[in-house]
């Protein structure tokens, strides 16, 4: 595969999985996922779906212990929640590629600068 085409493939990558984690993700299903879903399987709830009773894992967790800037799937400081959502699956994607590419950057097979000559080897 020719360097340009790799290149060509990095980068359109890159672009999709941004537009995806920018855009599509503000329309991700609200309900809860398969482990929340399990956690909460023997609770009962209100209409505003906080636990009343019953017994499930899902009534002993607690609040994030760890905060941050892009906890809840959201960047802080933001108002507007699709902004927030979106720029905050942007910078998860942006900090992922780089953390991957300085990883395979470190583990690349490297090619040494110069061939050894016949003059080299008879040192």
């Given amino acids: 595969m020719s360097r ?4 060509s493939f990095i980068v359109g990558g890159l ?15 609200s ?8 956690a909460r399987r ?3 709830t209100d209409e505003s779906g906080q636990i009343t009773g ?14 941050g800037p892009l906890a809840d799937y959201g960047v802080s ?3 507007n929640e699709f902004l927030s959502t979106g720029l905050s699956g ?3 994607v942006l900090i992922t590629f780089a953390v991957g590419a300085g990883l395979f950057w470190l583990v690349r097979k490297r090619r040494p ?4 000559t016949k003059v080299d080897a008879e040192r």
């Fill in 77 to 79: 400081g933001v108002d």
């Fill in 42 to 44: 023997g609770c009962t």
């Fill in 90 to 92: 942007v910078i998860g």
């Fill in 4 to 7: 340009v085409k790799t290149v």
């Fill in 15 to 29: 672009l999709v999985a941004l537009l995806l984690a920018g855009v599509v993700s503000n329309y991700a299903s």
């Fill in 54 to 67: 019953g017994t499930c894992m899902a009534q002993s967790e607690k609040e994030h212990e760890v905060g």
């Fill in 31 to 38: 309900s809860p996922d398969g482990l929340d879903s399990a």
């Fill in 113 to 116: 600068d110069r061939q050894p």
